[in-house]
């Protein structure tokens, strides 16, 4: 697969990948629509993890067909909170009432017993 103009993205990449084989796990795995900003969500996921504070980290989509998805879901050690992570670009592009729909629906379906944080990054954030 060629990847144009992505050169400071692709070294960030095999920073990260060199980093997680070398001190953590043997797998690492990028997935998910072209377009979307994986990149810029990979590199909050693993700002995430270098904090010690959550024991998982990953996504969310609802069953096939729909929209619903979650950039980053976290959930602390304790297991007693959940982060969850809308990445954008650009905040002007973030539309909290949508993701609000999104979190409680991802409150009513796995995080009813959680304290859920919520919160928007961008690159403003990095």
């Known amino acids: 697969m060629k990847f144009y103009n992505r050169e400071e993205e692709l070294?960030?990449?095999k920073e990260i990948k060199e980093r997680a084989f070398n001190d953590h796990s043997k797998l690492t795995v990028l997935t998910g629509r072209?377009?979307?900003?994986?990149?810029l969500e990979l590199f909050f996921k693993q700002k995430i993890q270098e904090s010690f504070?959550?024991?998982?980290?990953?996504?969310?989509?609802?069953?096939?067909?729909?929209q619903n998805e979650?950039?980053?879901?976290?959930?602390?050690?304790?297991?007693?909170k959940a982060l969850v992570v809308e990445v954008k670009r650009q905040k002007k592009n973030f539309k909290p009432a949508a993701f609000q729909?999104?979190?409680?629906?991802?409150?009513?379906?796995?995080l009813y017993?959680?304290?859920?944080?919520?919160?928007?990054?961008?690159?403003?954030?990095?």
Do not use: F, P
């Not at 504070?53 to 729909?66: D, F, L, M, V």
């Not at 979190?103 to 009513?108: D, F």
């Not at 017993?113 to 990095?126: G, K, Q």
């Open 11 to 13: 070294a960030q990449l």
């Open 70 to 80: 979650v950039d980053i879901v976290a959930i602390s050690l304790d297991n007693k």
């Open 53 to 66: 504070q959550y024991r998982t980290i990953g996504s969310w989509w609802e069953a096939k067909g729909t």
């Open 34 to 39: 072209r377009r979307v900003g994986k990149t």
């Open 113 to 126: 017993n959680y304290e859920i944080e919520t919160a928007c990054w961008d690159m403003e954030e990095m």
């Open 101 to 110: 729909e999104k979190v409680e629906l991802l409150r009513s379906k796995l």
